[in-house]
T-cell receptor
């Protein structure tokens, strides 16, 4: 089955800095890669996703890049703000897995004012 | 996307007892998913609940320990049976948004003492 590795487990940045979270996956058939943000006491919320036919996608301050050859994808947050502090999960889905996501272990992002 | 109401939001339970978690969706959905999120860990799929049939459990999870009901297309329950401290986790229900992404409930934080 699919295996998703996520790094780092904790990331501490100053407000205004950029943050990058990286994930690798094992199943070359995976074709959809969502990112979820989980704030304290809440369930994960989808913030951005990318499909395998696209190399990069942006939405305001966040962007995701995908390298299918290397089987890794990354989340980039620019101009970080304290409200970006949360746990971020990457995931990979494939037709073989019935499109049920396999999640990484999460990255706790702390943005210091 | 669907709105999910999950309750209770948290509970502290005695070992050996059972807790039933409820998940209500504001629209009809074919499949509902139950996840466990242990402290500092990723989201692990427990089972997939389809209306009118038995739930499908992932490896390591069994019906006797985590019985699931799915009486209609908007509601499901997960019971954590004969609890031990190792069952202390956040339990989340989830539904597909129809485009490979998933919407999650706010979670049930369970502490077993």
């Amino acid at each position: 089955g699919e295996n998703v590795e996520q790094h780092p487990s904790t990331l501490s940045v100053q407000e205004g800095d950029s943050a990058v979270i990286k994930c690798t996956y094992s199943d070359s058939a995976s074709n959809y890669f969502p990112w979820y943000k989980q704030e304290l006491g809440k369930g994960p919320q989808l913030i951005i996703d990318i499909r395998s036919n696209v190399g990069e996608k942006k939405d305001q301050r966040i962007a995701v890049t995908l390298n299918k050859t290397a089987k890794h994808f990354s989340l980039h947050i620019t101009e970080t703000q304290p409200e970006d502090s949360a746990v971020y999960f990457c995931a990979a889905t494939s037709p073989g897995g019935s499109y049920i996501p396999t999640f990484g272990r999460g990255t706790s992002l702390i943005v210091h004012p | 996307s669907a709105v999910i109401s999950q309750k209770p939001s948290r509970d502290i339970c005695q070992r050996g007892t059972s807790l039933t978690i409820q998940c209500q969706v504001d629209s009809q959905v074919t499949m509902m998913f139950w996840y466990r999120q242990q402290p500092g860990q990723s989201l692990t799929l427990i089972a997939t609940a389809n209306q009118g049939s038995e739930a499908t459990y992932e490896s390591g999870f069994v019906i006797d320990k985590f019985p699931i009901s799915r009486p209609n297309l908007t509601f499901s329950t997960l019971t954590v049976s004969n609890m031990s401290p190792e069952d202390s986790s956040i339990y989340l229900c989830s539904v597909s948004d129809g485009n490979y992404g998933y919407t999650f409930g706010s979670g049930t934080r369970l502490t077993v003492v």
